[in-house]
């Protein structure tokens, strides 16, 4: 009869290694999830600030009227200055709420829902390098992983809202 032990000292140098490898990751794994979280929480949100103060943002002298153009004359859709509130929104309020893990999936999926919609209207060319499409179609899978995932061990969720995960 051998045991774990027995195997993990049989085991070779190389397996051993990714074994404790494994072990460490899986440790970590909540917190780097987390920090995943916060990192795609302050990325969205240096998007959402300049539209608030009314602030230049890149190329963009007025992110706001930018994404008022976007929503109106690219994706022919009305109401595009009450749109681009609820975006800057979004990227303000909703960036901090899923940097905190408060109301994740929901606020995650809004963000997915904008990442298509910002993918949307980059096309059809789908430029990959003048553009950048790459990025919001990067954010709009790591949205939806959050979305699937919840908030995390180290989330508001968790202590707000224990039914959540």
Same mark, same amino acid.
């Given at each position: 009869?051998?045991?774990?032990?027995?195997?993990?000292e049989?085991?070779? !140098?190389?397996?051993?290694?990714f074994?404790?490898?494994?072990?460490?990751?899986?440790?970590? #794994?909540?917190?780097?999830?987390?920090?995943?979280?916060?990192?795609?929480?302050?990325?969205?949100?240096?998007?959402?600030? !300049?539209? +608030?103060? $009314? #602030?230049?943002? $890149?190329?963009?002298?007025? !992110?706001?009227?930018?994404?008022?153009?976007?929503?109106?004359? +690219?994706?022919? &859709?009305?109401? /595009?200055?009450?749109?681009?509130? &609820?975006?800057?929104?979004?990227?303000?309020?909703?960036?901090?709420?899923? /940097?905190?893990?408060?109301?994740?999936r929901?606020?995650? &999926?809004?963000? /997915?829902?904008?990442?298509?919609?910002?993918?949307?209207?980059? $096309?059809?060319?789908?430029?990959?390098?003048?553009?950048?499409?790459?990025?919001?179609?990067?954010?709009?899978?790591? /949205?939806?992983?959050? +979305?699937?995932?919840?908030?995390?061990a180290?989330a508001?969720?968790?202590?707000?809202?224990?039914?959540?995960?």
């Open positions: 009869m051998t045991t774990d032990a027995t195997n993990r049989s085991a070779p !140098p190389m397996l051993a290694s074994s404790a490898w494994r072990r460490i990751c899986q440790h970590c #794994e909540p917190a780097l999830y987390a920090l995943l979280r916060v990192a795609f929480g302050i990325v969205l949100f240096t998007h959402g600030l !300049p539209k +608030v103060l $009314g #602030e230049s943002h $890149g190329s963009m002298a007025n !992110p706001m009227a930018g994404s008022i153009n976007l929503i109106q004359n +690219v994706m022919g &859709l009305p109401f /595009a200055p009450q749109l681009a509130f &609820l975006v800057m929104l979004l990227e303000t309020v909703g960036a901090i709420m899923l /940097a905190l893990g408060l109301l994740t929901p606020v995650a &999926l809004l963000f /997915a829902l904008e990442m298509v919609g910002i993918s949307y209207a980059l $096309g059809p060319t789908w430029p990959w390098i003048d553009r950048g499409i790459e990025f919001p179609v990067l954010m709009a899978f790591l /949205a939806l992983y959050m +979305v699937a995932r919840g908030g995390g180290y508001l969720d968790r202590r707000f809202l224990p039914h959540r995960k």
